[in-house]
Each structure stands twice: as structure tokens, then as C-alpha cells.
């Protein structure tokens, strides 16, 4: 607990000053339209994924030095999970894009009725310490896809790969585009001042509670990813020996620190 305290002392923390310029620029720039062009997803999230590679090492050493991460354990639960997700992206995208015919109401008849995909705006992304770069970009793959601007914090408790992050983004990214937001509580509450088209939370449905808050003064979209029980059923018809090795496989990874 000391070596955290002690971690969190030295922590960047963004102004609120910052972080209102930063949601008036994104406001701005989402306004242009530039980010709803189908070309120019697709250049960014190739862009994503050439930083991740560029940054693997630096992210590798930051997991080891916030959490004791393996480079192995990284690989396996961080890096290789969002180049998956990258190129499942980058292949599906314009699929996923293209209007969705739907049936048409009578009353409406001849005409023709679709379904058309619109970018939301502006995501909010808060990330945990237990995956905290995993949980960090991976919401922003999406955010990038569905041709939005984020805002991105990383969680406190590991600041090595929060300051990873941000030199990672802020080298690949204009801050009108992404930007990465450095703090604690502080910093959480003046970003819940501002009206983000969509929040995304990953963490303890106690803090939860209060980004729903938040959501709601705003009207905003929320999604919340939670801590829970991961109930583990084994049957007569199972191999003892094989069910004990994955349940313990399941259950010691990451350090027992996945919901």
C-alpha cells in the first residue's frame, strides 16, 4: 500500500483547465466530420496498431514495474488481445458500416426503410489497474470504428503505464482526436462536468454507481463493465485432474485480479 501511495505522489495530474480545453477542441474537431469518413478510420486504427507494436517494450517494462507482469503474462493478457482486436477491426469495419436494410411499415409503403450508422461524439474511457492497458485500449478501438473522438484515463494506481500511454497517444494522435486526461478523483469529477456523448467504465460497480450519476445529469450513454462472481461448475461426467488445472489456470492469472 506505501509503494502505491508513495507511486501516486508523483502521479501527472491534468488541470481542469486542460481538460476543458481539451473537450472544447475534440467538440470541435468532431464537429468537422473528419472522423465519420470510412478511409480515415481505417488509417487509424492501422495507426493504433503500429504504436502498440512501436510501444510494446515500453508497456512490457511499465506492467513489471506497476504490477510484476510478466512480459509472457503481458502478451497474453494485454498487447496480444488488442492486436487481435485491431485486425478483426480493420477487416470488418466497412461491413459493419454499410446501411442495414429493415422492413418497412405499411403505413409508410412504397417507400423504403434503412438503418444508417452514426458516430456518437465524444467517449469518455475510464479505465482499472488490474488490465490497465488492455482496459484502456480496447474501448478505444471501438471508439476509433465507430468513427468517434475519446478521451482516455488510465487508472492512478499504476502511473508507469499511465505515463506509457499518454507519451504512446500523444505521439500518434492529435489531442483534438484522443486525449489522454492523468489523475484521481479529481480529475474524474471535472470530467463528469462535461456532456460525453458516451461513457465507458470499467471497474467496481461502487464507483460505478457514480459514473452513472454522472451519465444521467447529462443524459449521457453509459456502458459499464463491472467486477463480479465467475461461478465455476464441475460435473461428474469431468476430468478431475484437466478441471483442476484450468480452474487454477483461471484463477491464479493476473495475480487472481480478473472479475
Known amino acids: 500500500m506505501n509503494l502505491k501511495v508513495e507511486k ?40 493504433l496498431k503500429k504504436a502498440i507494436l512501436q510501444y510494446e517494450d515500453k508497456v ?21 488481445l488488442l492486436i487481435e482486436e485491431l485486425n478483426y477491426h480493420i477487416k470488418s469495419l466497412k461491413k459493419w458500416s454499410q446501411p442495414k436494410k429493415v422492413g418497412t411499415p405499411l403505413q409508410i409503403k412504397p417507400s423504403g426503410s ?15 489497474w488490474n488490465y490497465p492497458f488492455q482496459l484502456t485500449i480496447n474501448p ?17 494506481d499504476t502511473p508507469n503505464v499511465a505515463r506509457v500511454i499518454k507519451e504512446m497517444i500523444s505521439e500518434f494522435f492529435p489531442s483534438e482526436y484522443i486525449s489522454v486526461v492523468q489523475g484521481g478523483k479529481e480529475a474524474n469529477q471535472e470530467l463528469f462536468k462535461f456532456p460525453f456523448d458516451v461513457m465507458f467504465f470499467t471497474g467496481s460497480p461502487g ?21 463480479g462472481k465467475s461461478p465455476c461448475i464441475v ?9 483442476g488445472k484450468r480452474i487454477a489456470w483461471g484463477k491464479i492469472i493476473n495475480a487472481g485480479q480478473t472479475c
Request: net charge positive; glycine share 4%.
Open 207 to 227: 464507483v460505478g454507481k457514480t459514473v452513472m450519476k454522472a451519465a444521467a445529469e447529462h443524459l449521457s450513454r453509459v456502458v459499464l463493465e463491472l467486477g
Open 60 to 80: 512490457n517494462k511499465a506492467l513489471w514495474e506497476d504490477l510484476h507482469k510478466s512480459k509472457e503474462e503481458a502478451f497474453l493478457t494485454e498487447t496480444s
Open 114 to 128: 434503412k438503418i444508417y450508422f452514426e458516430p456518437l461524439g465524444i467517449g469518455l474511457i475510464i479505465a482499472p
Open 140 to 156: 478505444l478501438i471501438g471508439a476509433i470504428s465507430a468513427g468517434c473522438c475519446a478521451v482516455l484515463k488510465p487508472s492512478p
Open 235 to 243: 460435473d461428474k461426467a469431468a476430468n478431475l485432474k484437466i478441471a
Open 8 to 47: 501516486n505522489k508523483d502521479m501527472e495530474e491534468t488541470s481542469a483547465k486542460e481538460i476543458a480545453e481539451i473537450y472544447k477542441n475534440q467538440r470541435t474537431f468532431f464537429a468537422s466530420k473528419e472522423t465519420k469518413s470510412i478511409d480515415f478510420r481505417l488509417q487509424q486504427l492501422k495507426k
